[in-house]
T-cell receptor, first 114, second 109 residues
Framework: EAGVTQFPSHSVIEKGQTVTLRCDPI?????LYWYRRVMGKEIKFLLH????????ESGMPNNRFLAERTGGTYSTLKVQPAELEDSGVYFC????????????FGPGTRLTVT | GENVEQHPSTLSVQEGDSAVIKCTYS??????FPWYKQELGKRPQLIID?????GEKKDQRIAVTLNKTAKHFSLHITETQPEDSAVYFC????????FGKGTRLHILP
């Protein structure tokens, strides 16, 4: 069984540019989560999809971030325009159900904004 | 808001000794407490979890304890081995998972 995959693994962009991160969850997992870790800090929740619907987007920092999951399969997270403080590692995770179900993490995308 | 405090931020222990990582949480409604291990260059992986109706859980060399009254929980690793070197994250969940800042564990030869 393939795990959660993310693309790209690393992205370096200039301030003001746009970047789109992609996450492919484990097949059959309805729940998809986005997290971000800034160096040395906690893995911070961004949002949670159940199928194609946003269940909880309380962690999204501001309206420069837009997440989509059309069709309830893969998800994209777009940052537009990127700012320096957006640098960090963006993790995606998926689970079959919510609640106590284990969340399986992707390898992360390291975003560097210069 | 909800938060999870994790200590220490770094921990070095001699191979074979025990390691303990402690976390506290603020949301008294939290009912699920997973621990994730992230090895260098790899993704976080769940190593053990505990639900709020249980005070202790053990899996081979790893154990977690939960004190709901004090709102703290701990990870215990016994007979540490070199492959235990990693960053460990505690987390608490009510409606969403809140992670601690992580503990970098070094196992010294």
């Amino acid at each position: 069984e393939a795990g959660v995959t993310q693309f790209p693994s690393h992205s370096v962009i200039e301030k003001g540019q746009t970047v789109t991160l992609r996450c492919d969850p484990i097949s059959g997992h309805d729940n998809l989560y986005w997290y971000r870790r800034v160096m040395g800090k906690e893995i911070k929740f961004l949002l949670h999809f159940v199928k194609e619907s946003k269940q909880d987007e309380s962690g999204m920092p501001n309206n420069r971030f837009l997440a989509e999951r059309t069709g309830g399969t893969y998800s994209t997270l777009k940052v537009q325009p990127a700012e320096l403080e957006d640098s960090g590692v963006y993790f995606c995770a998926s689970s079959q159900a919510s609640g106590f179900d284990e969340q399986y993490f992707g390898p992360g995308t390291r975003l560097t904004v210069t | 808001g909800e938060n999870v405090e994790q200590h220490p931020s770094t921990l070095s222990v001699q191979e074979g000794d025990s390691a303990v990582i402690k976390c506290t949480y603020s949301d008294s409604a939290s009912n699920y407490f997973p621990w994730y291990k992230q090895e260098l260059g790899k993704r976080p992986q769940l190593i053990i979890d505990i639900r709020s109706n249980v005070g202790e859980k053990k899996d081979q060399r790893i154990a977690v304890t939960l004190n709901k009254t004090a709102k703290h929980f701990s990870l215990h690793i016994t007979e540490t081995q070199p492959e235990d070197s990693a960053v460990y994250f505690c987390a608490a969940r009510h409606d969403k998972i809140i992670f601690g800042k992580g503990t970098r564990l070094h196992i010294l030869p």
